[in-house]
């Protein structure tokens, strides 16, 4: 039954010390602890500490994990402004036409008519146009040359000039380290500005075990932008809006998630972003789970139903984000706060290159 408090942002908070932050993976992917979480009543909290390398003998033969293959793309563009003096662009999303929205900083200075430069070498120079600003998230619209249409045509010229969009709480000096460690070994598509961070903790290893053991792997895409990691602002939640993220949900896929249920094995979400998609799929196809490609702003919080999946794989999350409305409506929001208090108090490390919770599906209220 639905807490008022669930509706309220500030429900939804908790202090976290900065010496918890992770700044870098652990040396193999597969040995960040891990909290399982148990069957709970009256919010307890029966949890097993384990490592992620223990997974194998946790999940059973059948079981099904869902990873995203999305791949984080050296979004993130040092420019030149009109006038003098040097900004920032982060690719956000295609709209045609070759025109882009980004997020721009100083965006003040970044008023509709203005050239942008972006040096490709020593030498040359691509010339941008801002287009206007796109009023729901305050970026900007930058016309790029026509032939950028997509990230795929995008990737060359990202590659060549762009960086990792790290987020704000990760040493940026160490940004070329992050180019392999910041990818799941399910990186395929490109499109994300953000890593599906529970998708870091699978390693070879533990990839390769699994699948001899029986535990099969079946992919989604959604491409991470602002509706994953952008922080909530309102209070009421009742109302809450997401930016849309594209997704694809394959035929394959289904018929993995089909034959796994058949087969009397559990649908394990590899992160918040499997959730989000294999959620909206099924809701796309108003009560049945069919294939689906294009963009959805589902909002998962305290009282959602879910159809498709049975646990999650993910990592700790930010204060009052959309991350954590989704984990709260799997468990519960006061038992999410217990749990996330314990894992402070045993040095838990959190956000990107954390730890991870594996919520089973005897924890799922």
Known sequence: MLDQKDNLLS?????????????????????????????????????????VWDIKDILKPADLLVVNNTRVVKARLKIR???????????????????????????????GGDQLWLDTSRDNSLILKVIDKDERTGGRIIQFSNE?????????????????????????DKSSAHEENYQTRFASKPGAIAAPTAGLHLSDELIEILKIRGIRI?????????????????????QLHLHSEWIEVTEETIKAITTCKEDGGKVFAVGTTSVRALEAAYLSGRGTLKPYEGKVNLVIKPGFKFSVIDGL???????????????????????????YKHAISNKYRFFSYGDAMLITPESVI
Not at 37 to 45: C, E, P, Q, T, V
Not at 149 to 170: A, F, K, Q, R
Request: charged content about 25%; some cysteine; glycine content about 8%.
């Open 11 to 51: 429900s939804y908070n908790y202090d976290l010390p900065k010496d918890l932050i992770a700044q870098s993976p652990t040396r193999s992917r597969h040995d960040a602890k891990l909290m399982i979480i148990k069957d709970g009543l009256d919010d307890s909290l029966n949890l097993v500490h384990a490592k």
């Open 81 to 111: 402004l009109s006038g003098g003096g040097a900004g920032e662009l982060l690719l956000m999303e295609p709209r045609g036409g070759g025109r882009w929205l980004c997020l721009g900083r100083p965006a003040r200075r970044m008023r």
């Open 148 to 172: 950028f249409t997509s990230w795929t045509e995008m990737e060359n010229l990202l590659d060549l000039c762009g960086e990792v969009p790290l987020p704000p709480y990760i040493d940026k």
């Open 218 to 238: 079946a992919q989604i895409t959604l491409h991470v932008g602002l509706g994953t990691f952008r922080p909530l602002e309102k209070e009421d939640l009742s």
């Open 313 to 339: 794989l993910t990592n700790f999350h930010l204060p009052k984000s959309s991350l954590l409305l989704l984990v709260s409506a799997l468990i519960g929001r006061n038992r999410m706060l217990k749990l």
